[in-house]
């Protein structure tokens, strides 16, 4: 059963436009929402992230919207580079004890094209 | 200088061998965790260690023990490895009680 759905799977989009991606969650315990980034043969890295009492969170181009109500997060890309290709993944994250459990989405392919 | 650091990279080996995969972090971070990402990209958290104590232990195998010998080295060595754990697994690292984590490089297993 997978808790964090994505979408979509691939994204292809011109310099200079906007890329959007979404994902939905079930499970209420979540209260930390993060997004990664990846770039083939590499490790995901911390893009930007947003608690749920909060409903948007803007870090230069990057913006996550966020929906409690409605349990869907998504983040926006203005202005989309062609080294913004990469593989971008959301997450949802609960405590447990003293860490920190992450539940991954299945991940959006970005190709931004000139 | 780098942040959580992984050996080795690439892991090629026959089915049956026991490998071990290791994991630093000089970050100061007391909390560890082992991530798989299978050939989907789909990555799943496998175990966290906290200061050398087991926190998280997802469904995985025995056959996969993790080992902390200090807050910041966690190992997993893998027994009697089949074709099902080739994967790229991922380190990670992070303070207790926090929930930003970094990841590690990745270690890619492939099994023969």
């Known amino acids: 059963q997978q808790q964090v759905k994505q979408s979509p799977q691939s994204l292809i989009v011109q310099k200079g436009g906007i890329s959007i991606i979404n994902c939905a969650y079930e499970?209420?315990?979540?209260?930390?929402f993060p997004w990664y980034q990846q770039f083939p043969g590499k490790g995901p890295a911390l893009l930007i992230a947003?608690?749920?009492?909060?409903s948007e969170k803007k870090e230069g181009r990057f913006t996550i919207s966020f929906n409690k109500s409605a349990k869907q997060f998504s983040l926006h890309i203005m202005d989309s580079q062609p080294g913004d290709s990469a593989t971008y993944f959301c997450a949802a994250s609960s405590q447990a004890g003293t860490a920190s459990k992450l539940t991954f989405g299945t991940g959006t392919r970005l190709q931004v094209t000139l | 200088d780098t942040a959580v650091s992984q050996t080795p990279k690439y892991l090629v080996t026959q089915m049956g061998n026991d490998k071990s995969i290791k994991c630093e972090q000089n970050l100061g971070h007391d909390t560890m965790y082992w991530y798989k990402q299978d050939s989907k990209k789909f990555l799943k958290i496998m175990f966290s260690?906290?200061?050398?104590?087991?926190?998280i232990n997802e469904t995985v195998p025995n056959r996969f023990s993790p080992k902390s010998p200090d807050k910041a080295h966690l190992n997993l060595h893998i027994n009697s490895l089949e074709l099902g754990d080739s994967a790229v697994y991922f380190c990670?690292?992070?303070?207790?009680?926090?929930?930003?984590?970094?990841f590690g490089p990745g270690t890619r297993l492939t099994v023969l």
């Open positions: 260690y906290n200061n050398k104590e087991l926190i």
């Open positions: 947003i608690r749920p009492d909060v």
């Open positions: 990670a690292s992070s303070h207790a009680w926090t929930d930003t984590q970094y």
């Open positions: 499970n209420t315990a979540f209260d930390y």
